[in-house]
Nanobody, 114 residues
Framework: QVQFVESGGGLVQPGGSLRLSCAASGSIVSIYAVDWYRQASGKQRERVAR???????NYADSVKGRFTISRDNAKDTVYLQMNSLKPDDTAVYYC????????WGQGTQVTVSS
């Protein structure tokens, strides 16, 4: 089983930045893809970024050019650098892994507001 502990969320003004971290309970080196998802209040959970173990990344159109996902396989940690934050980015952010036995963590709340 792989579980993640997300951290780094908080309250930030529009235009600000945050860096989210996601520490895995085990090795992620062999996991094909790790993702960041988010879920805003009253909305479905959506994937915002993916990083594969071959170095490929992709992003939702809504965050492209502003967010950067990275994975440190040596530290079993995934990061999400978020720049130029907007109020629409307000959500709980979660890590996800394409592996059997994955279970969702608690997530980390990001609130973008002046």
């Amino acid at each position: 089983q792989v579980q993640f502990v997300e951290s780094g969320g908080g309250l930030v003004q529009p235009g600000g930045s945050l860096r989210l971290s996601c520490a895995a309970s085990g090795s992620i080196v062999s996991i094909y893809a790790v993702d960041w998802y988010r879920q805003a209040s009253g909305k479905q959970r959506e994937r915002v970024a993916r990083a594969t173990n071959s170095g490929i990344t992709n992003y939702a159109d809504s965050v492209k050019g502003r967010f950067t996902i990275s994975r440190d396989n040596a530290k079993d940690t995934v990061y999400l650098q978020m720049n130029s934050l907007k109020p629409d980015d307000t959500a709980v952010y979660y890590c996800h892994a394409t592996t059997a036995g994955f279970s969702w963590g608690q997530g980390t709340q990001v609130t973008v507001s002046s």
